[in-house]
């Protein structure tokens, strides 16, 4: 692997108001195979120089947006210093039109009373209203609250599915923490849906849960990568230029260290301090305040494959890692038994890059839940965050089988 750590999601946004939707006609996205260090350091010259932003990667490949302007002269930068590279998205404007076609009348028939198909990415509303659905068709085992608003005024909204019993344990589930990574609310309203569906046959260490799940933490984020611009990563603090916080890095444990960004117009903007976002806020509140019997916590995101644990503030661990490495090792087993693609298993510092102020360094650091993770869903970089929605049913499948296995490791705990 590479010694040198590349911070990915660290790009500026252009310091432009967008007029109405941002386009991507002609940017590409390509995978680089970089192999040592020198071949980093160009790769981050041309982000300094705004060719380039940087997507994702691993040890041994980074995945760039290469603006379409810029084309000629990365391709050149590249194969002067003899890096390989191979165009995976051609077109990103034509990847984002294609990504969530239209659904057909006929895909809503037998929904039975909400619109929700994860055959497509649906909008907040849709969301929402599915929601009101559910608790009205379960109201013996689904509660809703609104744990907070975001930025926008738009609800926060937390799910509770619970039988009921005294003494059970508490795993909570997040998505959408990040705008653009829309596969994160898809997969978590597709693991309710089958909980409640099928609750029944659903093994005792499903059932003995008290399950907390938000699908959907950052709305206003959200929504503006349906109205206007596809990519957008933060919450939608502040009107102007240079918006936004990236709740990832608002979390109050070692908030503001290595790889948040004290600039606002950085992609990783850590905010003005810890949980200064109402978005964050509203998670720290209900945790902190509830007295449940918290044993896990998981934040989905997206993309790359990866089931994180902490520390993600720098490369170190807990004490405790075997057992959060051995659950995260059995969760990646099943993944691959339900048919699903490997998911690489580690400490999120050392695995990924070193990131402060995440929800899961907050969760183990400050509230002592001990299986604290961050599953980065489906895919490989192939369309990263542009993720076709024929892709939403396998990937939440695979995801709601690593959820029962962390059922099953917070019964015990
Ligand atoms: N992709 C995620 C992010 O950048 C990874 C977070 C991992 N956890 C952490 N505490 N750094 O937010
Ligand atoms: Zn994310």
Known sequence: ????????????????????????????????????????????????????????????????????????????????????????????????????????????????????????????????????????????????????????????????????QSGNKAVWIDGGIHAREWITPATVTFIINNFVSNWENEPKYVQNIDWYIAPLLNPDGYEYTHTVDRLWRKNRRGAGRCSGTDLNRNFGYRWG???????????????????????????????????AKWKAYISFHSYGQYILYPWGYNRVVPPDYKELEEVGQKMAQAIRNAGGPAYTVGPAGNTLYPAAGGSDDWAKGTMKIKYAYTIELRDNGRYGFVLPASYIQPTAKEALAAIRVIAEAANKA
């Not at 659905?133 to 930025?151: A, C, F, K, M």
């Not at 903007?269 to 305040?289: C, H, K, L, N, V």
């Open 257 to 291: 260290g290595q790889g948040s960004s004290k600039n606002p117009c950085a992609e990783t903007y850590g905010g003005s301090g810890p949980f200064s976002e109402p978005e964050t806020m509203a998670i720290q509140r209900f945790i902190s305040d509830s007295d």
């Open 1 to 164: 692997g590479l010694t040198k750590a590349i911070a990915f999601n660290n790009d500026t946004i252009e310091d432009e108001l967008p007029q109405g939707r941002v386009f991507y006609t002609g940017s590409q996205l390509w995978k680089t195979i970089v192999d040592n260090e020198d071949k980093i350091d160009v790769l981050a010259k041309l982000r300094e120089e705004q060719d380039i932003t940087m997507w994702g990667g691993n040890s041994s490949s980074i995945d760039i947006l290469v603006k379409s302007d810029s084309i000629k002269k990365v391709r050149n930068a590249l194969s002067e210093k003899n890096i390989k590279f191979y165009v995976t998205i051609d077109d990103l404007q034509q990847a984002i039109d294609d990504e969530n076609p239209p659904l057909e009348e006929e895909d809503f028939d037998n929904r039975n009373g909400h619109r929700l198909t994860w055959q497509a990415y649906h909008r907040l509303e849709d969301i929402h209203d599915y929601f009101d659905h559910l608790v009205e068709t379960y109201p013996d085992l689904i509660t809703l609250q609104e744990i907070g608003r975001s930025v926008g005024g738009r609800p926060i909204k937390l799910l509770k599915i619970s039988n009921g």
